[in-house]
């Protein structure tokens, strides 16, 4: 059974960092791509970055320069290294390979 835990979400004041990780099992991680999205209250769901299973990645917009989306193919983690956080980042983020989400994990940018 293919499964993913997120961890790391919190309330962080504007201009701070926090760092979400992923932990995954039950498949070939090194083998497949994968990404954080984040889901806000009326705004829907958002893709926010990728890593392929070449290290290459993706950024939405609002998240180049900002986030940082790492793997570590040995411990079968991914991680979101997030800083320069701004109030509209809120959201709950959800790590995801393929058709499956981790449990997700809030987010809260205010001061």
């Known amino acids: 059974e293919v499964q993913l835990q997120a961890s790391g979400g919190g309330l962080v004041q504007p201009g701070g960092s926090l760092r979400l990780s992923c932990a995954a099992s039950?498949?070939?991680?090194?083998?497949?791509?994968m990404s954080w999205l984040r889901q806000t209250q009326g705004k829907g769901l958002e893709r926010v970055a990728d890593?392929?299973?070449?290290?290459?990645?993706a950024y939405v917009d609002s998240a180049k320069g900002r986030f940082t989306i790492s793997r570590d193919n040995a411990r079968r983690t991914v991680d979101l290294q997030m800083n320069s956080l701004r109030p509209d980042d809120t959201a709950v983020y959800y790590c995801?390979?393929?058709?499956?989400w981790g449990q997700g994990t809030q987010v809260t940018v205010s001061s």
């Open positions: 890593i392929m299973n070449d290290d290459k990645t």
């Open positions: 995801n390979v393929g058709s499956v």
């Open positions: 039950g498949y070939a991680f090194k083998n497949f791509a």
